[in-house]
């Protein structure tokens, strides 16, 4: 029990960071897509993004740049 306990720990430990690399690659999919394409929902869920990223939300984060891309036809 004990080393499950450990495990989950250190898992939820390294799930912060992965999600906080993960958010400057999307925002940039997003930037050069809407260099093709014009998307004022998306331009605004990017900026979205991106602020939540640099306040450190970055689950909240990936939700919007998500959404974004979706709206753009950017797979994930």
């Known amino acids: 029990m004990k080393q499950l306990l450990i495990a989950v720990i250190m898992i939820f430990g390294f799930a912060g960071p992965v999600l906080a690399a993960h958010c400057p690659k999307d925002a940039a999919l997003i930037k050069a897509a809407l260099e093709s394409q014009s998307n004022d929902e998306a331009k605004a869920l990017l900026d979205k993004g991106v602020s939540l ?16 891309m979706k709206l753009l036809g950017i797979a994930h």
């Open 53 to 68: 990223h640099s306040a450190g939300s970055h689950k909240e984060s990936l939700d919007a740049l998500h959404e974004a």
